[in-house]
């Protein structure tokens, strides 16, 4: 059982006529990352939003736009979403001809690196860059889109990472963490971070919740009480 859980809410469930305005609201409300969903009808089938957007919310908040890459090819976009302001790039690795050499590019670009493994993509795709990984996110809905049901076989792969992640660390390793992304709720997410999960995404649990409710910030904590 980790620690911290970190909060990531995707502002792919947001409104998109008023991005600024609800950045600034899941930061007050005690998000810890800025999710950010990027697709390209290609890799995935569906179209959202690039570095330009990224640039335009960066300075609505301080904490870090976690950028997840759902594009092929991966390379060209990164040095943009750097310059862009981004603080963690991650992307699929079936969507790279280099895998090693994209993740030495988002690192030297000065952000935390990492890969996305779908719901059937094997856990060795890990196998020989363990040392240049600040994050794996385990996807736990098919990329594409906001508010799937949470695939329930996520909970088993995430303790095999987790598992990997540890032993890494235990050896000398630096320090990884370990985000899910799709259908997490208050009735999912004790489960998600027993499993060994650190950082949580939170799209349609976080943007349809009702005013009534407390607003993101009643949302939140009801997550973080459900995680402990
Ligand atoms: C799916 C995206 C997710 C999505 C999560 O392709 O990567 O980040 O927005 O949304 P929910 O939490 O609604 O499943
Ligand atoms: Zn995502």
């Not at 040095?79 to 590019?105: C, Q, W």
């Not at 499993?195 to 973080?224: H, I, K």
Request: glycine residues 8%; charged residues 20%; negative net charge.
């Amino acid at each position: 059982m980790t620690k911290t859980l970190r909060l990531a809410p995707s502002i792919l469930s947001a409104d998109f006529a008023r991005l600024g305005e609800e950045v600034r609201a899941i930061e007050a409300a005690g998000a810890d990352l800025v999710h950010f969903d990027v697709m390209d009808n290609h890799y995935v089938p569906n179209l959202t939003i690039g570095p330009l957007v990224c640039e335009a919310i960066r300075p609505h908040v301080k904490i870090g736009i976690d950028v997840h890459l759902m594009v092929e090819p991966v390379d060209s976009l990164i040095p943009l979403f750097a310059k862009a302001g981004a603080n963690i790039i991650t992307f699929h690795p079936e969507a790279s001809k280099h895998v090693d050499r994209t993740l030495s590019l988002i690192r030297e670009l000065g952000c935390k690196a990492g890969l996305v493994l779908n719901p059937a993509s094997p856990l060795d795709w890990l196998d020989h860059v363990m040392d240049k990984l600040d994050i794996i996110l385990l996807m736990s809905v098919n990329p594409g889109f906001g508010g799937q049901k949470f695939i329930p076989s996520t909970l088993g792969k995430l303790r095999a990472v987790r598992r990997r992640i540890d032993a890494h660390q235990a050896a000398g390793g630096q320090p990884i963490w370990l985000e899910v992304d799709g259908g997490v709720k208050t009735d999912n997410i004790a489960d998600i971070v027993r499993a060994g999960a650190d950082t949580c995404v939170a799209g349609s649990a976080v943007f349809s919740c009702p005013d009534a409710d407390g607003g993101y910030a009643g949302v939140m904590q009801a997550l973080r009480q459900a995680a402990k």
